[in-house]
C-alpha cells in the first residue's frame, strides 16, 4: 500500500448561505486569502433561468427548465444574469430535482480537484461536497440583506422599494429552504457566521479567523489519524 503522505491537503471551504447574507463577498476574499479557486455556483443556476427567459420557456415547467440546462455556455460578465427576473427564475428552477441532478457534476468536479476549492451557494456543505474542511453558513436578519440588496440595486442604477425587497427576500428564502431537493440549510457541522451586525471587512476578518481555526483542527485531527 502506498505510504499515507502527511502533507497538508488544499482544502476545500464551503460557504453557503441565504441571498444578500455576504456570502459570496466572504466566499471570494476567502479564495484570495487561501490562493484557492472559487466558483459562484449560483450563476450556473442563473445560467440555466437565463437560457430559459431568453428561449421565452416556462418556469413552472420542470422538463423546459431541464432543456435550458442543455447549452450551459454563459458570460460571467452579462450583466441579465444578476437582474431581477433571471433571479425569481433562477430560485424557481432550483427546486427541480433533474436540475440540480445536471448541474451536480460540474460542482463536483470543481470540489474535488486537487488544489482544493472555494465554492458558494445553498447545498455546497450539505451536497456537493460534503467531505468539506470548512464549512460556513454565512446568514444576516432579512432587514439588513434588505437594504444590502437595495444598495446594490441603487450601485446598478435600478431603483426599488425597501419593502418590495424585503418581500422579495422573505419568498425567496421560503422556496430555497422549503424545496425538497437540496433545502437551504446548514450542515451539521456548518460554523455559522452571522453577518447581521459586521461590515465587510469584519466579516471577512471572522470568515479567515474561523478558516483558520476549523483547518488546523482538521490537520490536527488527519494527523493524529495518520498515527
Ligand atoms: O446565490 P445566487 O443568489 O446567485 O443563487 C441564485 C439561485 O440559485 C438561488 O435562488 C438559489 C439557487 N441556488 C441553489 O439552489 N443552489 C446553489 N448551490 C446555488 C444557488
Given at each position: 500500500m502506498a505510504p499515507k503522505s502527511k502533507?497538508?491537503?488544499?482544502?476545500?471551504?464551503?460557504?453557503?448561505?441565504?441571498?444578500?447574507?455576504?456570502?459570496?463577498?466572504?466566499?471570494?476574499?476567502?479564495a484570495k486569502h487561501f490562493a484557492l479557486p472559487f466558483m459562484d455556483t449560483g450563476l450556473l443556476y442563473r445560467a440555466v433561468a437565463l437560457n430559459l427567459w431568453r428561449w421565452g420557456g416556462d418556469p413552472g415547467d420542470e422538463f423546459e427548465a431541464l432543456r435550458a440546462c442543455g447549452e450551459l455556455g454563459f458570460d460571467l460578465a452579462d450583466p441579465e444574469l444578476r437582474s431581477e427576473p433571471v433571479s425569481?427564475?433562477?430560485?424557481?428552477?432550483?427546486?427541480?430535482?433533474?436540475?440540480?441532478?445536471?448541474?451536480?457534476?460540474?460542482?463536483?468536479?470543481?470540489?474535488?480537484?486537487p488544489g482544493g476549492a472555494v465554492l458558494d451557494g445553498r447545498d455546497i456543505g450539505t451536497v456537493i461536497a460534503p467531505?468539506?474542511?470548512?464549512?460556513?453558513?454565512?446568514?444576516?436578519?432579512?432587514?439588513?440583506?434588505?437594504?444590502?440588496?437595495?444598495?446594490?440595486?441603487?450601485?446598478?442604477?435600478?431603483?426599488?422599494?425597501y419593502d418590495d425587497?424585503?418581500?422579495?427576500?422573505?419568498a425567496r428564502d421560503d422556496r430555497d429552504s422549503t424545496r425538497e431537493a437540496a433545502p437551504l440549510r446548514p450542515a451539521a457541522d456548518a460554523i455559522v457566521l452571522d453577518t447581521s451586525d459586521l461590515d465587510v471587512d469584519a466579516a471577512i476578518a471572522e470568515a479567515v479567523r474561523l478558516t483558520?481555526?476549523?483547518?488546523a483542527k482538521s490537520w490536527r485531527t488527519n494527523r493524529t489519524n495518520l498515527g
Open positions: 502533507k497538508k491537503r488544499p482544502p476545500v471551504i464551503a460557504v453557503d448561505g441565504p441571498a444578500a447574507s455576504g456570502k459570496g463577498t466572504i466566499a471570494r476574499a476567502l425569481v427564475i433562477a430560485s424557481r428552477i432550483s427546486a427541480y430535482p433533474s436540475v440540480r441532478a445536471a448541474l451536480l457534476d460540474r460542482q463536483q468536479e470543481f470540489a474535488r480537484q467531505e468539506a474542511e470548512v464549512k460556513l453558513f454565512v446568514t444576516a436578519s432579512p432587514e439588513v440583506r434588505a437594504v444590502r440588496r437595495l444598495k446594490e440595486l441603487e450601485q446598478r442604477g435600478m431603483h426599488a422599494h425587497v424585503l418581500a422579495d427576500i422573505h483558520e481555526e476549523r483547518l
